[in-house]
């Protein structure tokens, strides 16, 4: 144990990279899907991509872990036959697991910008996109997947394979020339925006992290010839491991960071919204409690107008009665001739004037 963390072991270093890489995923694809959810209710077919992306995401961490667990990281002089022979299998599961996950990211985020514009154009590229994914991804996992003659396909220590170092090659480039379609995808979309300069910058960084994922392929690409040509695989591969651990994190991160709320919300204020949801559910349900609420002060307003209007009405109108009533027993002596003279008392106060009998017969 004294020597695992200077050098001698590499397994600590994958292991906790491992690790690490998949909880950041997981947390991306969690937020991507919990943001969807909560602003549009429903999920559409490049969630279901980034959902298979993770779940092989996750499967081809365990293989690694697995890996590590049974020597690799170690120098090949520490690990035992039996034990090559079961890092070998667990690198051969999840470099086929790495390759798919990948595609299905990539597939995911193409969809995602193909269901942001309705231009013919634009949805052409991006099916054209997907369909050159799909190919490549079969291309490139039936390749890996045999390698090396049967039934040993795992074997890459023996010497009935193909020309490893070249497909190792064919697999990066290709694999940097998807990316950068996808990039283009993204700047030519970005490009027939009619908005203002800095927003489309805005709107560009979206898909401009993609870069990160070229970069870590292209770190790929130059140590191909290194690992091919070592004497110490289960030591020297442990940085390609580690780089394409780190390339499919960033893959799966990147398919998710244009969908978080910032994000959407840039999109639909610049004309861009994605398809096969509908925006106007959750804008009608908001007018619609916000006109309710609108109605129900608006009524109590007219309400208690109603209320201030009608109670000096009421007022005048029995002053009215009492005036006439007193004109109509203005020689009565009797307690309700009281009650009116009180009454119409009340109402000389208010300002109104009493018609007596000697005015009337004037």
């Known amino acids: 144990m004294g020597t695992r963390f200077k050098g001698d072991n590499n397994d600590p270093a994958v292991n906790v990279t491992n690790w690490v890489l998949l909880v950041t995923a997981i947390l991306s694809v969690f937020a991507r899907l919990g943001t969807k959810f909560r602003i549009f209710h429903k999920f559409t077919s490049d969630d279901v991509a980034i959902i298979a992306s993770l779940v092989l995401c996750v499967v081809q961490s365990i293989c690694v872990s697995m890996a590590v667990g049974s020597g690799y990281g170690k120098h090949l002089k520490e690990v035992t036959l039996p ?7 667990y690198l051969y599961a999840s470099s086929i697991l790495y390759l798919a996950s990948i595609c299905a990211s990539k597939i995911s985020l193409v969809l995602f910008m193909r269901n942001l514009t309705q231009t013919a154009n634009d949805r052409f590229f991006g099916l054209f996109l997907a369909i050159a994914i799909g190919v490549w991804a079969v291309v490139s996992i039936f390749g890996t997947a045999f390698q090396c003659s049967v039934p040993g396909t795992w074997n890459f220590w023996s010497n009935n394979c193909f ?20 990039l283009a995808q993204g700047i030519l979309l970005t490009h027939r925006v009619q908005t203002s300069l800095t927003k489309r910058l805005l709107i560009t960084s979206l898909f401009l992290p993609r870069v990160l994922v070229i970069g870590t392929v292209l770190a790929e690409l130059i140590l191909t010839r290194r690992i091919t040509e070592t004497t110490d695989p289960t030591y020297e591969m442990c940085v ?24 959407l919300t840039w999109l639909k204020s610049n004309g ?22 609108r109605s129900q002060t608006q009524s109590k307003a007219r309400d208690s107008r109603y209320q201030s209007q009608k109670g000096p009405a009421l007022s005048r109108s029995k002053s009215n009665q009492i005036l006439v009533t007193k004109n109509w027993e203005v020689d009565s002596q009797s307690s309700q001739a009281d ?7 009340w109402a000389d106060a208010e300002g109104t004037r009493n018609v007596s009998p000697e005015n009337l017969n004037h």
């Open 83 to 89: 034990e090559f022979d079961t890092v070998m299998k």
């Open 163 to 182: 020309d490893l170092a070249a497909w190792r090659y064919f697999v990066c480039a290709s694999n940097i020339v998807t990316e950068i379609l996808i």
């Open 240 to 263: 390609v491991t580690i780089l394409q651990m780190l390339t499919q994190c960033l893959s799966v991160v990147t398919a998710c960071w244009g969908q978080l709320k910032p994000f």
């Open 272 to 293: 861009l919204r994605i398809q096969d949801v509908d925006y106007m559910t959750n804008a009608y349900n908001s007018n619609y409690a916000q006109s309710e609420g």
């Open 339 to 345: 009650i009116i003279q009180e009454s119409g008392a």
